[in-house]
């Protein structure tokens, strides 16, 4: 039986058993995909003994993402580009490392508003490691011609900016966040604004154009007030729940030989527990 899990430090909250186990069941696959909690002192151990606790892989998460990736035998370049890995797996007896959540982004984007307009500007707010791995990812990709970074704390969206080799990103004061719009084909939130118990995003979407997309990395609530505002000037949306689903795909077909899909019977299941 193939073995994979989730590990974090805490644990209790991931979505992902669900949406593994939802495709080993609808593939009738044999195998598990289990949550475990991993504190930090104890991840170096943790991933030398994959093997002899029966996983092929695992996927990592928050506090992990950094510390991970330094352990890893063979790294991949979008786990090289954000210097965090989120998916391992072993090969040839050596953990590999990669990172999905680009890619998890990406699939998203395009799945949700398959023709929004590449080639243009995009402002990224935020500037923690979603942020560099959705910015990395529109500026990498050619999917955005200029990534405007917007951060509460300047510094930060500088040190976001000098860690790319990419030279199309830019940093925009916060308080300059709202005219950062103006000619923009994609905004995407990735602070914490918006979310459940937090104060929502204070961002005025008078200078977007009405053709571009809002996307939300946040997915409690699905909707984001951010979201609302966008979906009521008439500009598409994009949720935080998609990347969530599309970044565990990768993951699946290392450890178990499929490539699964996003399903709506998916969604809906996750949406579902989200809502207990
Ligand atoms: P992650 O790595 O998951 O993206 P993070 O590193 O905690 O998370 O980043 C959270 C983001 O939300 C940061 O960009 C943070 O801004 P700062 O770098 O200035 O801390 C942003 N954020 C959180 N609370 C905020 C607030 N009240 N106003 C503006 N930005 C906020």
């Not at 961002?203 to 009405?210: D, E, N, T, V």
Request: with cysteine; proline share 4%; aromatic share 6%.
């Amino acid at each position: 039986m193939t073995n994979a899990c989730v590990i974090g430090w805490p644990i209790k909250h991931s979505r992902s058993p669900m949406i593994h186990n939802y495709w080993l069941a609808q593939h009738g696959i044999e195998g598990r995909y289990e949550k475990v909690a991993v504190e930090p002192a104890d991840l170096s151990d943790f991933l030398k003994n994959l093997a002899q606790n029966g996983y092929r892989g695992c996927n990592v998460t928050v506090p992990h993402k950094e510390a991970a990736f330094a352990l890893a035998d063979v790294v991949h370049d979008e786990a090289i580009a954000v210097q965090a890995a989120n998916t391992f797996w072993l090969e040839g007896g050596q953990l590999h490392a990669d990172n999905t959540d680009i890619y998890g982004f990406l699939a998203h984007l395009e799945q949700s508003a398959p023709n929004w307009h590449k080639g243009q500007s995009v402002t990224v707010l935020g500037a923690g490691g979603a942020a560099r791995a959705i910015a990395y990812g529109l500026s990498h990709s050619g999917a955005a011609s200029e990534v405007r970074l917007c951060n509460r704390t300047l510094a930060r969206a500088q040190a976001l900016q000098a860690s790319f080799k990419e030279h199309n990103v830019s940093v925009v004061d916060w308080q300059q966040r709202h005219e950062a719009l103006a000619g923009c084909a994609l905004v995407v939130n990735t602070t914490s604004l918006g979310m459940e118990g937090s104060p929502s995003l204070d961002l005025s979407l008078a200078a977007l154009p009405a053709s571009a997309v809002v996307a939300d990395i946040v997915y409690v609530p699905l909707e984001t007030p951010l979201l609302a505002q966008a979906r009521q000037k008439g500009c598409r949306t994009v949720d935080g729940l998609g990347m969530l689903l599309h970044q565990a795909v990768p993951g699946f077909e290392r450890w178990f030989g499929v490539r699964p899909q996003v399903t709506k019977e998916l969604r809906d299941l996750v949406v579902a527990d989200l809502g207990e």
